[in-house]
């Protein structure tokens, strides 16, 4: 068994730099601003699921728009916002170089946060867009393309720049994560926003987009740190680590053809579901290996440890459930009920952000030149987050499994059906509340390491000790 | 993948590849829909929506209501969807070719509203459409932002909602729709497509097969 530290890791080659040290931990603190937003809106929707009154009458929270601001901050707000930050600091250190273009970064940053502030206010006003993943009014998207674009850039110079010749599979989930983010949210503008398609195709459109989120933006950033996280923790290479090629160009090349699984039975082309299954199949190879080529971490022990475990499993659980769900007689029972969030909530909350909780536990030290301040917040924090993710993803597939078999039935009403699945909504509700309360650990944590480092006068002086050993 | 350039360029390639097969591909299928005319009819399907419906999908789409209903029947036998009484067939592309901003959604809280305007017996009033959506319900939300309360100065406003119980408002007062209410409720009137076009015909199997003998 390997434990993992809070410790700050010893260095490979020269530290980050001093001058990163603000951009990245403003856009970390940022992204962790955004997350406890999300919490609370995610909380509100939540409750709005069992009680349809709560709230509602505010006309800046109605049901659509609290889906769509919880949404937005999570995606935009705390995974992009982190995601970004945390490979680019992983990029700069492979490359073994200070990083450079630090000030694009920094931009860049602020940008992307006040787009999304921007763009939140003006879901809030009723300019959301309503295409699922794509909820920031028009206004501020092209500012969110220039935002990556400017924050990629520090990214692809560590990468390019790097001291040693080779790549991992780090920087290539990495650059792919970062390039192809600006390029997706372009098609996806012009297509929808600018010059939109006519009807359906606005559908096929907007789910093309939803799966580029997944399969092109959030997952190759969230591997980019698994894998760079697996190597430090586990200490040796990965293991079937000449298949990991292979499995990578499988999700750039075929991730996104599978966007039919949104519109099983729609009005749209029928090949458009059917080539979802047939490219699912072929993703497969691409999971097995992710989880070949992981499958150390489920040595893994201690707070990061255990949370890049459960980043892992959820990701390989995700592929599954999801491959399984594009097949049409299991699409019928579980497309338009809650099993889609109990999948979408494996997806970004299981996946996505544990994998990101363990990167930002073991990469702030690092940054901050010492350990978190409390060791104790931050188990409660993974302790929570881990209860309130199993328990809302249970929950809401619970709910949408049961939900799907009497949608069915003709003669059961939709009063019968709330009232079947309200148990459910209300378990989730409680998760919720237990994320939202973790997630503010995470916050409280975060600034009393900021705060006691920056008192303590040895930040300098912890950093260039860094740097010399 | 030591080659960067190459690297950044399979990237693109792949995804865009990608993209023009999806989004461009069901474009060339269906890009160019026009509406069907009907010979017999002597009009096209599906007809343009109203200008107050039309603006009301804009209301419709800013409030978020696709977050709890869909807007699209499936197929028979794939879901109770017509046995509900959604549509007396499935939803087509061409449904939507005048529709600005289709909002076919992904999730059933409440019930799908591709044909509310045809609902049988009879279509829901205007009247307790905006009752529903004052006042609410134990499943629906009451949106009381879409309607002003105000004093009644002379004659009652032929607007005015006709409340009664809780939701009524103190006496010398009314509670008249707002402008986002009723093109609201005009546009969910006007949800409606009867006519069959060739394309959403159930495939009969057993006609199928026959034709498939000769």
Known sequence: MITSTIQPPPSDGDMVGLHARGPLLTAFGLAIGWLVASGVFSLIAAIQLHSAAFLADCEYLTHGRVRALAETSFVYGWAGGAGISAVVLILSRLGGNPLRAANWF??????????????????????????????????????????????????????????????????????????????????????LLWFPMRGVLQAVA??????????????????????????????????SYEAAPLAFWMLIVVGTWSAGRHLVGGPVPAWIPTMAVFSFSMLLYHFAVVGLNLRPV?????????????????????????????????????????????????????????????????????????????????????????IGVVLSVVALGWAGISQGAVMLEPKTGFGEIASGVRPYLLVNTGAQLVLLASNLLLAVNFLRSLCSCCQGSGVSTALSEGSAS | MKNGPLFLFGLLVSAVIAWSAIVLGAHGQLGGLTPWFDDGEGKSHPARPTGLAARGQLVYADLGCAACHTQQVRRPGFGSDQERGWGDRQSVARDYIFQERPQIGSSRIGPDLANFGARKPQPPSAETLLALLHSGSDRHPAFPFLFETRKIEGESSARALKLSGKAAPSVGYEVVPSERAVTLVAYLLNLNSPYVYPEAKPLVRAVAKEEGKK
């Open chain 1, 298 to 386: 489920f040595g893994l022990s201690g707070s990061v440890g255990s949370a890049l475990k459960f980043g892992v499993g959820s990701y390989l659980l995700y592929g599954a459930v999801a491959f399984l769900a594009c097949f049409r007689g299991i699409a019928l029972r579980t497309q338009f009920t809650h099993f889609a969030s109990a999948t979408e909530q494996l997806f970004l909350y299981g996946s996505v952000s544990m994998i990101l909780f363990a990167a930002l536990y073991f990469l702030v030290p690092q940054l901050l030149g010492r350990g978190w301040s409390s060791p104790a917040l931050m188990s409660g924090h993974l302790a929570g987050a881990t």
């Open chain 1, 106 to 191: 920094g931009a860049g940053s602020v940008f992307w946060n006040l787009g999304i502030a921007a763009g939140l206010v003006g879901i809030a006003t009723g300019d959301m867009t309503s295409f699922s993943l794509l909820q920031l009014p028009r206004y501020v998207q092209p500012l969110m393309v220039f935002a990556s674009a400017a924050m990629g850039i520090a990214g692809l110079l560590a990468w390019s720049g790097r001291r040693r010749d080779g790549t991992f599979a780090s920087h290539w989930y990495g650059v792919a994560g970062l390039v192809l983010l600006p390029w997706a949210l372009t098609a996806a503008q012009v297509s």
């Open chain 1, 206 to 239: 907007a789910a093309w987009y939803t799966e580029a989120v997944i399969f092109l933006w959030l997952t190759p950033l969230s591997l980019a740190c698994a894998c760079y996280l697996a190597a430090k923790l586990v200490g040796r290479a990965l293991p």
